[in-house]
């Protein structure tokens, strides 16, 4: 199967190739962590894992990095307000948000760039573009990119320049620019940098990095001068990413990435969600809510990245249901008996279509929805299929858990699940030991007693299940251990 990826550049799908042969160099603009992300942050990032995931799915070597912005106009606002440098006050969400990585079960970058530790790389770059005459510098020490000089600006965007004015998408800082379509590269220092150790040295006096330059350099840091994919939300199309080709092609004179992927953004009653707005939920408020990290991920999931989601709390409700007939069904099949002499029954037929389905889902740009539901289609035909049938053949239902566990490879539901409802040993011979309780009170004709064991274990997120051939249990999510 040819996978197709959507390339902003083009406008179009265009089939994949990396520049080096089973090798991806794959960078992603992560957070300016400044506050916690929310939400519609992590939509962006699970699109980026799932791009991740899948290419190693495929069998690719891929070389993941998304930087950290802890450097920038709001992280020294907020520092400055708190008295405290930009160091102290990155840091906690630094933190906070590699951990909302950890708990949406996103794979881990090969490297998270911090923007202050690249300003001598930045420097370079920026007196190699005044050098190549695609930059000049002010006489307060700011230095602007001039983008008259790079005749292939607004290539990405495909904006028209004339229409360009100062405003919320583009800086208008008065550091005494030529146009006010340049932007900084270097802005001189100020007060208010000094102050929370936002300054660093260069050939034109104290100052600080532009936006735009940090992740260009990064990104040719860590990766080269010419990357297969860069990852982004939609807002950051213009100006930021059409700066970061401006400055970085300007100074290589090579093709800065091939592939430009963008996500679209996360509504919230119809609304984008923004931190500006003031309607934006964090990871922790769900989770202190009784939502299973595993149900976000699936919400996230659940629309192509390029089509707009509506955050509802009644959609995460629906995602959850939806991770527990998941692992219902993966119960089931575990706990199947098996014939090994049993006839076919048509099991790996559908377990073959279904990974079809879902791969050819995924090779259209990256289809999540579409392979969620070949997925599904999956749990409704093999369900069918047991109703019905006295006996499975061993190969047959393996297939089927196979099939299961390589497309959740991609998809990382059942394995978030399934790690948030591990239960301890302790924990686990505990729980037989009241179902053993509660067998005994209910052989008593002590239904009562029989009932509040239930009530304790479904508390400690146990859920019973009374079957033909006895009770069986499954953890729920946030099961309490032994105390």
Same mark, same amino acid.
């Given at each position: ?87 102290? !006050?990155? =840091?906690?969400?630094?933190? @906070?948000?590699? #951990?909302?990585?950890? *708990? &949406? ?5 090969? $490297? ?99 936006? !735009?330059? =940090?992740?260009?350099?990064? @990104?040719?840091? #860590?990766?080269?001068? *010419? &990357? ?5 939300? $939609? ?249």
């Amino acid at each position: 199967m040819t996978f197709t990826l959507y390339n902003t550049l083009s406008r179009a799908p265009e089939t994949f190739e990396p520049l080096e042969a089973g090798k991806v160099r794959i960078y992603a603009c992560g957070p300016t962590i400044y506050d916690h992300a929310h939400i519609g942050n992590f939509r962006s990032f699970i699109v980026y894992d799932l791009l991740h995931r899948y290419l190693e799915w495929k069998g690719y070597d891929v070389r993941f990095v998304m930087n950290l912005t802890d450097v920038d106009d709001r992280t020294i606002d907020r520092a400055a307000g708190a008295g405290v440098t930009i160091a102290e !006050h990155t =840091e906690p969400y630094a933190a @906070s948000f590699l #951990e909302g990585l950890r *708990t &949406l079960g996103i794979l881990e970058a090969d $490297e998270y760039p911090r923007a202050t530790a690249y300003v001598q790389d930045m420097v370079e770059l920026v007196r190699a573009l005044v050098e190549k005459g695609h930059a000049y510098v002010t006489e307060d020490g700011s230095v602007y990119f001039s983008i008259s000089s790079f005749p292939e600006y607004g290539k990405l965007s495909r904006i028209d320049l004339d229409q360009v004015k100062p405003g919320a998408r583009v800086s208008s800082d008065d550091y005494g620019k030529d146009d006010v379509r340049d932007f900084a590269l270097w802005k001189s220092a100020k007060a208010k940098d000094e102050s929370v150790g936002a300054a660093w040295d260069s050939p034109w006096g104290r100052g600080r990095p532009g936006w !735009h330059l =940090e992740c260009s350099v990064m @990104s040719l840091t #860590e990766l080269g001068e *010419t &990357l297969d994919v860069h990852l982004g939300g $939609e807002d950051l199309v213009f100006p930021h990413h059409e700066d970061e080709i401006a400055q970085s092609e300007a100074v290589t004179g090579k093709p800065f990435a091939r592939w430009w992927v963008h996500v679209k953004h996360l509504r919230v009653d119809d609304r984008k969600m923004a931190k500006s707005l003031g309607n934006f939920v964090v990871l922790k408020e769900l989770l202190d809510a009784g939502y299973e990290p595993a149900a976000v991920r699936h919400l996230l999931l659940s629309a192509h990245y390029r089509a707009e989601l509506n955050f509802t709390l009644d959609g995460l409700d629906g995602s959850a249901q939806a991770v527990q007939r998941l692992l219902d069904f993966e119960r089931r099949l575990q706990d199947l008996a098996v014939d090994p002499s049993a006839p076919p029954c048509g099991l790996a037929d559908v377990a073959k279509r279904a990974l079809a389905d879902f791969g050819s889902a995924m090779d259209h740009d990256l289809n999540s929805a579409d392979a969620l539901a070949a997925v599904f289609v999956l749990v409704t035909k093999v369900n069918q299929l047991l109703d019905r049938t006295p006996s499975v053949p061993v190969s047959e239902r393996d297939a089927v858990l196979d099939a299961l566990a390589s497309m959740d490879r991609v998809l990382g539901i059942i394995e978030v699940a399934r790690r948030d409802r591990m239960v301890d040993t302790d924990t686990t011979s505990w729980v037989e030991s009241r179902i053993d309780e509660r067998r005994e009170a209910r052989a008593n004709r002590d239904f009562a007693r029989a009932d509040a064991i239930r009530d304790e274990l479904l508390e400690r997120g146990i859920v019973l299940e009374d079957t033909a051939e006895g009770t069986r249990w499954k953890a729920a999510y946030g099961v309490k251990g032994v105390v």
